[in-house]
């Protein structure tokens, strides 16, 4: 089953495409990651999922719902950490949490839950200003966890983070796949390929090429994924140009 469809959506700015006929489809409790250099089409791919924007053209579905004519009923099934660490620094990790859930109306039984789920029991009574960039994104990723969203988009969520610090993070989203979807958009191609069930690379937002590590790096012929993504998006750029 889908937890997610689209088909030829674009998204386009005067004479700027920046999503171009995109048909992409992901498995409920798939871990999938979106790839591309910068201005691919990621950060708009994601905004269309979650509703924040309107298609030019073409269609999406998050959890069966389409996202512009039922935008409320996917916005309660969806949820997003961004690249931004959306917390209240003056806040305990405890307060953060117990906020953001009663703003969505869950049980207190809810804010225990979460701490435990995510280990963060260690830190609760630390102010989020006080965290390091680590926990920072750990609490991000429990606030977003804490409406149990059937799609959970994570943009970036290891950027800047030191190498220990990235691996906790990876070990944290490992043990979401299966029981949440996730959509994870990344520059850290070993980090796709750790975490991913299946790679969809966007380049000039189009996507130019969907599968596994593995397969990505059968296709292309090359020795590892950090040159298949290279020679996949050299190879669109070229024909592009021409």
């Not at 048909?23 to 509703?51: F, H, M, P, W």
């Not at 043990?175 to 000039?204: C, F, M, N, Q």
Request: hydrophobic residues 40%; charged residues 25%.
């Amino acid at each position: 089953m889908l937890a997610i469809q689209t088909k030829a959506l674009t998204k386009s700015y005067g004479d700027i495409c920046a999503v171009s006929a995109l048909d992409l489809e992901v498995r409920q409790g798939e871990l999938y990651s979106l790839l591309g250099v910068n201005g691919a089409g990621k950060s708009t791919t994601i905004r269309l999922l979650c509703g924040l924007l309107d298609p030019t053209s073409g269609s999406a579905e998050v959890c069966g719902h389409d996202v512009v004519s039922k935008r409320q009923t996917v916005k309660e099934r969806i949820n997003l950490s961004p690249q931004e660490t959306a917390i209240a620094p003056n806040l305990t990790v405890e307060e953060n949490i117990a906020f953001f859930a009663g703003i969505y109306g869950k049980e207190k039984s809810c804010v225990q839950n979460i701490i435990e789920k995510l280990h963060l029991g260690e830190i609760v009574k630390q102010k989020a200003k006080t965290l390091s960039g680590g926990w920072q994104r750990r609490l991000s990723i429990a606030i977003a966890l804490v409406t149990e969203p059937e799609v959970l988009f994570l943009d970036e969520p290891t950027l800047g983070l030191d190498v220990l610090a990235r691996r906790e993070l990876w070990s944290l989203i490992r043990s979401l796949k299966g029981k949440t979807t996730v959509i994870l958009t990344t520059h850290y191609l070993e980090e796709a390929e750790a975490l991913s069930d299946r790679i969809g690379i966007l380049s000039a937002g189009k996507l130019i090429a969907v599968g596994t590590a593995d397969e990505l790096i059968a296709q292309t012929g090359t020795a590892s994924f950090e040159d298949a993504f290279v020679t996949l998006c050299t190879k669109e750029a070229d024909d592009n140009a021409q």
